[in-house]
């Protein structure tokens, strides 16, 4: 059954996940362990959880579609009895799925050369089937990279590409390997994996891009893996940044590893996200342009010609000799109170997210112990920022910068918090211009609720 890949909204924390299912968050985490749900995971001592809805899907549909001859234990609805791994050894050797939870009454067996779920231990990267057997693994030479850049994705951010054609089943992941200290990543890569674990391509950034008259040749960090979806193979979009300066790139790599520029920015690009209207398909890259110090996000019309981010002519952050479209639209989401009185030289968006009808783009304003002072901007369907709030960790740094005597006003009295933000949006036509986002009280910080 071939299975097209079109990434869905983002399900945050077992708690949704659980709910996504309808099933418990026990039986959500007993599903990733023992049946290959595809969970994601963000890096830190306690890593986010998070799933992405079409992976979920299209692992439903993979279970759905083995099926064969034998009754189904619904599953941990109340009345029924509970799937247990003891059940499905029993059922002889099946696997079994809650299918009682997703309106289907199928048994599923299982398939034991396909992929479901991979991952790193130490420096080897293992793929395993539905079972829990692994399938293969393979061992890299060099020491891979454990630390983080700050950016909130693992780098070991692996990803199945699906069969297309039937039985070409491939895997995707990113690895960074460790210079001689091993606090920095000496060089980032991209594998692409057979189903039978053979390397199929590698990819490695190697560009030598001018910036008015600077020449910069990297290296460069891959900061986001996507996979998305395109006719009639899906593919993968990397998010790169030179790992000491300003440029940043979208390159849309296929399944055969063929890789082309779309998208170069005078700043780094930290996440990736595909938004599919009935119109178009949109691929938003989200980071911070340097010439402004704030904030950026990009978007970018599925299927345009290569492109780069709107900056003064004739400055250091023009680029020289690179593409010359343009973005459908260019945002700058500036700076907030807390980052400039934190001393930060400028924001920077990290992760972008389905939330509902919403798309939210998530900017790291300042970071300190481990806290992030986050600022959340909603855009709507057709891509107009509507509202902005501000987390928690925001309201910790308000009251310790208030505590050294860096803000002189409560967060109750905050401007930050009373005023709308003016984001700057450009447009091919008309330039740029600036929209008036108004804060959102009813979505935190919880303590400027209280
Ligand atoms: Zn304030």
């Known amino acids: 059954m071939p299975m097209h890949y079109t990434p869905g909204p983002e399900l945050n924390g077992w708690k949704q996940i659980a709910a996504y299912l309808r099933v418990s968050v026990r039986k959500a985490q007993f599903l990733e362990k023992e049946q290959g749900l595809p969970i994601r995971r963000g890096i830190g001592s306690k890593p986010p959880v998070f799933a992405d809805q079409t992976e979920l899907e299209t692992w439903k549909a993979s279970l759905s579609s083995s099926g064969n001859s034998l009754a189904v234990p619904p599953t941990s609805a109340p009345g029924h009895p509970r799937v247990s791994r003891r059940s ?18 199928r ?11 991979a991952g790193v231990v130490g420096n080897t990267l293992y793929a395993w089937n539905a079972t829990g057997d692994v399938l293969w693994r393979h061992r890299f030479a060099e020491t891979l990279w454990t630390n983080h850049t700050g950016a909130p994705y693992a780098k070991w951010r ?27 990543p ?17 990819y490695s950034p190697e560009f030598s891009v001018r910036f008015g008259g600077e020449r910069f040749h ?9 996979l998305v979806a395109r006719q009639p193979r899906p593919t993968l979009l990397a998010a790169i940044s030179h790992s000491n300066y300003r440029p940043g790139f979208v390159v849309e790599i296929d399944v055969d590893g063929k890789a082309r520029l779309l998208f170069a920015q005078a700043g780094n690009i930290h996440c990736l996200h595909q938004m599919v209207s009935p119109s178009a398909a949109f691929i938003l890259a989200g980071g911070v342009n340097n010439e402004y110090n704030a904030a950026s996000l990009a978007i970018i019309k599925d299927g345009a010609p ?9 400055t250091r952050f023009e680029i020289q000799g690179g593409p010359i479209g343009d973005p459908e639209y260019y945002y700058l989401l500036p700076p907030s109170e807390v980052n400039i009185v934190g001393g930060e030289p400028y924001n920077k968006a990290i992760r972008i997210a389905d939330e509902q009808e919403s798309i939210f783009v998530e900017t ?4 300190l112990d481990q806290q992030t002072g986050k600022a959340m901007y909603y855009f709507n369907r ?22 050294e005597g860096k803000l002189k006003h409560s967060l109750a009295d905050c401007p930050q918090l009373h005023h709308p933000v003016p984001v700057r949006r450009w447009r091919p036509k008309s330039g740029w211009n600036i929209i008036q986002v108004p804060f959102d009280p009813s979505n935190g910080p919880d303590a400027y609720r209280s």
């Open 107 to 117: 048994i599923l067996a299982p398939r034991p050369g396909r992929i479901v779920r």
């Open 218 to 226: 990297g290296p460069w960090n891959i900061l986001h893996v996507l």
């Open 306 to 314: 290569p492109s780069r981010s709107p900056q003064t002519p004739g």
């Open 88 to 105: 499905a050894v029993l059922a002889g050797g099946a696997v079994l799925l809650a299918a009682g939870s997703f309106g289907l009454t």
């Open 158 to 184: 692996t990803q199945i590409i699906h069969e297309i054609p039937p039985g070409d089943q491939r895997l995707a992941f990113a690895a960074a390997f460790a210079d001689a200290e091993g606090d920095s």
């Open 364 to 367: 790291r304003e300042l970071e």
């Open 186 to 202: 000496s060089r980032e890569e991209i594998y692409c994996f057979s189903s039978t674990g053979s390397v199929l391509w590698r």
């Open 382 to 403: 057709s891509l107009d920022p509507i509202r902005v709030s501000y987390g928690d960790g925001y309201a910790a740094h308000h009251r310790r910068l208030q505590a």
